[in-house]
């Protein structure tokens, strides 16, 4: 059975940095693309950063919105999909959702409805 744990998310204040992390079980961790996705309050979910299968050659990808602020990135041995999150911004407020997918070349990194198992969400507050 596969589960996906998000946490880390708290209130922080405007500039802040949180990592938010995901533990992965009963999925081979290398072959799966993960994924962060959020959903502000009133909003749809939408994409925030995503890191291919590790056969892949390929890269992380982010939102306009947040690149340069945060990293996406795993580690292998712990099956954990980590989000460092830094200079947070008020509209940076949302439930985080881990999800994974099973890795493929030709699919956008970025397309949630293309993730298949999710995880429950974690919220992330940015105080101004």
């Known amino acids: 059975q596969v589960q996906l744990v998000a946490s880390g998310g708290r209130t922080v204040q405007a500039g802040a940095s949180l990592t938010l992390s995901c533990v992965a079980s009963?999925?081979?961790?290398?072959?799966?693309?993960m994924g962060w996705f959020r959903q502000a309050p009133g909003k749809e979910r939408a994409s925030v950063a995503a890191?291919?299968?590790?056969?892949?050659?390929?890269?992380?990808a982010y939102v306009e919105s947040v690149k340069g602020r945060f990293t996406i990135y795993r580690d292998i041995p712990k099956k954990t999909v980590y989000l460092q999150m830094n200079s947070l911004r008020p509209e940076d407020t949302a439930v985080y959702y881990c999800?994974?997918?099973?890795?493929?070349?030709?699919?956008?990194?970025?397309?949630?409805?293309?993730?298949?198992?999710w995880g429950q969400g974690t919220q992330v507050t940015v105080s101004s």
């Open positions: 999800a994974a997918r099973y890795g493929s070349r030709r699919r956008s990194l970025l397309d949630l409805n293309d993730y298949n198992l």
């Open positions: 890191s291919p299968y590790l056969l892949s050659d390929g890269t992380p």
């Open positions: 009963g999925l081979s961790f290398d072959t799966y693309d």
